[in-house]
């Protein structure tokens, strides 16, 4: 006798919701992770009284008023709208590109001055096929945007120069022609009151939960455990690099506490300049509006992907798309099996379409 319905490899988001739904469906669940607490990137950590977000700046945002509702069976949301600053040398501009960013960088006042000036500056860039990043954003945003915003904070986040990426990485830079700083467009948004562990603690309530435990330590007994695993690890691990390894970007966190109660007033400062080494300085207690006498703020540098390192970003080019297909078709053929989440299927996903496609899962 199999001791649980349902082995989930993975207490990430992806995981979480997944056990949650198994559990409500009456399904005996076990869920193992290797790191020493549930969460995957998602985690806090409480520090100073301010939940520090240990894996990079999470917002969650999202226009599926069925996700908005189901994550809110757990937690309630607080007003956070996101509304990132670009800094360039000593220059500040707000994100994404919209009049307040266009003014500041121009002077221009109304939507057709801005206009205007970006389509002269398209224009004066000849660009009729762009065969690169580089081209590929003078053709969509114009040189000065560029120049400033956009290939600095692109080559350090690649590794590359931005005339050796693809075009096809930003197919469309995002334009808006009013004063609007709110970076997304989703009509739901927020941070979970008491912080993204509260949401996990949630969907993990009542549920057996390993941490500590990596499923390639000991495979056979986890396999003999259960009829079914969910796996949200790497799907190439889960085959042993049979086709050969998945490519990633990686990120390196530099946490720090400071001895003041504001250092930057904003939660997100992108650092657009190549000379400066982060990409990003997160400002913790801002997502939550707190007055704590200190304040914590995190330093994000990309980074080569390597052995003992986090995969954070994958590299979706033609060589990797087509190994993750080889791997898919493993998996397809696998009745044990079902790869879920950002590593388990090998793409970028925001938290809403982790939770959607959770909730998809027949189990
Ligand atoms: C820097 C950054 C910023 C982001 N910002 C946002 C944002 O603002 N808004 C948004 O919506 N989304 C954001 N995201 C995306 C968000 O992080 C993901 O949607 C979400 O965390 C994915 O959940 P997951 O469960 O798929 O993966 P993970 O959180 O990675 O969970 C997978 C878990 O599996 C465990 N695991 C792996 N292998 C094994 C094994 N062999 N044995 C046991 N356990 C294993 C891992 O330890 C991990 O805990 C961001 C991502 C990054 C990298």
Redesign the pocket.
């Known amino acids: 006798m199999k001791r649980y319905d349902y082995l989930i ?7 979480a919701v997944a056990a949650r739904k198994a559990a409500d469906a009456g399904k005996k669940v076990l869920v ?4 020493p607490y549930p ?4 985690r806090c950590e409480r520090r100073e009284g301010i939940n520090v977000h240990l ?7 999202t226009s599926n008023r069925a996700v908005w509702d189901f994550a809110r069976r757990f937690v309630e949301f607080n007003h956070y709208v996101n509304s990132p600053i670009a800094r360039y040398g000593e220059e500040l501009y707000n994100l994404p590109f919209n009049m307040n960013t266009f003014y500041a960088m121009w002077g221009v006042k109304t939507p057709a001055e801005a206009a205007a000036m970006i389509e002269r500056q398209r224009r004066e860039a000849g660009i009729a096929e762009p065969r690169n990043l580089e081209e590929q954003a003078i053709s969509l945003v114009g040189t000065d945007i560029y120049r400033k915003l956009v290939k600095g904070y692109t080559e350090k986040q690649w590794g590359r120069d931005a005339t050796e990426l693809p075009a096809f990485i930003i197919r469309r830079l995002p334009v808006r022609l009013t004063f609007n700083n709110n970076y997304f467009n989703d009509p739901l948004q927020g941070i979970p009151i008491g912080g993204y562990n509260a949401l996990i603690d949630g969907l993990l309530d009542g549920i057996e939960v390993r941490c500590g ?4 330590a000991d495979r056979a007994r986890w396999e003999a455990c259960c009829e079914r695993i969910v796996f ?3 799907i190439d ?1 889960y085959y042993d690099y049979r086709f050969g390894e998945l490519e990633y970007r990686s ?1 390196r966190f530099e946490h720090r506490t400071l001895d003041l109660p504001d250092f930057q007033g904003n939660a997100v400062v992108n650092y657009t300049a190549r000379e400066v080494p982060y990409t990003r300085i997160i400002e913790h207690k801002h997502f939550e509006f707190g007055t704590q006498p200190r304040t914590v703020i995190t330093y ?1 540098y990309p980074d080569a992907y390597g052995p003992g390192k986090e995969p ?2 994958p590299v979706n080019d033609a060589r990797n798309t087509a190994l993750c297909e080889r791997y898919k078709a493993l998996a397809a053929a696998d009745p044990k099996v079902i790869f ?4 388990g299927e090998y793409r970028y ?4 379409k ?1 939770i959607e496609s959770a909730l998809k899962l027949e189990l």
Do not use: K, P, S, W
């Open positions: 490899v993975g207490a990430g988001l992806f995981g193992i992770d290797r790191r969460g995957g990137n998602i894996y990079g700046a999470h917002i969650f945002h435990e990596d499923f390639f949200t690890g790497r691990a990120l994000e954070y970003y879920g989440g950002r590593l996903y925001d938290m809403d982790v």
